[in-house]
């Protein structure tokens, strides 16, 4: 197995898994907010909300213009306010009006990071792989920290944590120095218009609401998983290895695109993954046992970490430059916050089942969009 330019690609996603560490620690950074900086559950959510919502604008935008940008710049003084903001956070955190200024800015400058390092992998060859790398990281991270986070919590408290944060941010700004310094191709410098008439084609938007409604789909799910294993007599204890196992059977899943890169092309994978997770959620349905809230836990963590790099390589193969992948993330985004929102209507009476086929009709409208992206895509060459 041969991963062409493997330090850049292992620059771009540290980088990336750093600007993302807020979501990828989410659970645990609300619990330290709560329980070591004295705020409300409701004011530690929306200080988190805040900070995504800034990062999915900041990120429309940069796709309007990424052709224009010179990346490497951007992500340099962007991590150098990060810095700043994630300093200012851990000084402030506690104080909501301050605190939530911080994360504002926080949110805008890693969001501008995120897209200028996942920007980055479309410009060379191999990406398929570079993605993969991404997400493999990106899991790993979020385990770790899921874990240590909760244990040293009383150790590190919100201002250790958020001083973390920055110091992370630090070490992204120094290797901010290998994203590309490129502003622009030839073609895109002579055509102002280039980043629009590209996310407008039918390739770009049905793919990038596919992403969209993907990321609804998870989101959805994960929302009430660990509710509905409470529903059905399962342990506090058996719900966390559960949960735990899930999220390191992603690694594999996100590992297999670096293995096998796109022998098999983007959209065959894209079906075996999200097949996998509609039979997971099948299984959820009808689970009564330990056994099959294990199973159909792990077949939703394996498919949503093995589909990611896919989904970002189809987006890559739109445009080179990286705005398709960059207007995707940003909607992937609101996808996210979106998830939630419609599973907690559907969930009324706690009805779970309900949330499942929930994302099971989202997978299925997500599987059509991308197949007709993918046939529009093909068209185009």
């Known amino acids: 197995m041969h991963v062409p330019h493997l330090r850049h690609f292992t620059v771009f996603s540290i980088i990336g898994t750093v600007s993302l560490m807020p979501l990828l620690v989410l659970p645990a950074m609300v619990g330290v907010l709560v329980d070591n900086a004295g705020m409300s559950e409701s004011s530690a959510g929306w200080s988190a909300s805040i900070h995504f919502l800034a990062s999915a604008i900041v990120g429309l935008l940069m796709a309007l213009r990424v052709h224009h940008v010179n990346l490497r710049q951007v992500a340099t003084y962007a991590l150098a306010f990060a810095v700043l903001a994630d300093l200012a956070s851990a000084l402030t955190a506690g104080e909501t009006t301050a605190f939530f200024a911080a994360r504002l800015i926080a949110g805008f400058m890693l969001g501008a990071t995120y897209v200028a390092s996942v920007s980055s992998f479309a410009r060379f060859d191999g990406y398929e792989r570079g993605f993969g790398l991404f997400v493999t990281l990106q899991f790993i991270i979020s385990g770790l920290g899921l874990y240590v986070v909760p244990v040293y919590a009383d150790e590190l408290g919100a201002t250790g944590l958020f001083g973390l944060f920055a110091a992370l941010d630090g070490l992204a700004l120094l290797l901010a120095r290998f994203l590309p ?156 916050a979106l998830g939630p929102g419609i599973a907690a209507i559907v969930v009324a009476g706690g009805n779970y089942a309900n949330v499942f086929m929930l994302s099971i009709g989202l997978f299925v409208i997500t599987l059509a969009l991308f197949t007709y992206a993918n046939k529009k895509r093909l068209s185009r060459i």
């Not at 929302?223 to 966390?240: H, L």
């Not at 056994?291 to 890559?316: D, V």
């Open 181 to 336: 310094s490129e502003n622009a191709s030839r073609e895109a410098r002579g055509d102002a218009g280039s980043e629009l008439k590209i996310l407008l084609t039918a390739s770009a938007f049905f793919a990038i609401i596919g992403f969209a409604l993907f990321e609804a789909a998870n989101n959805a799910q994960f929302t009430y998983i660990e509710r509905f294993g409470v529903a059905i007599d399962v342990s506090d204890k058996q719900i966390g290895v559960a949960l735990l196992i899930a999220s390191l059977i992603g690694i594999p899943g996100a590992f297999s695109i670096v293995i096998f890169g796109q022998r098999f092309g983007t959209l065959g994978p894209l079906v075996f993954g999200m097949a996998i997770a509609i039979a997971g959620l099948l299984v959820l349905i009808n689970a009564e046992s330990y056994g099959a809230y294990l199973f159909g836990s792990c077949c939703m963590g394996f498919s949503w970490a093995f589909c990611l790099p896919f989904i970002q390589s189809l987006l890559a193969t739109i445009d080179r430059k990286g705005s398709a992948i960059a207007a995707g993330t940003s909607f992937s985004t609101f996808g996210s």
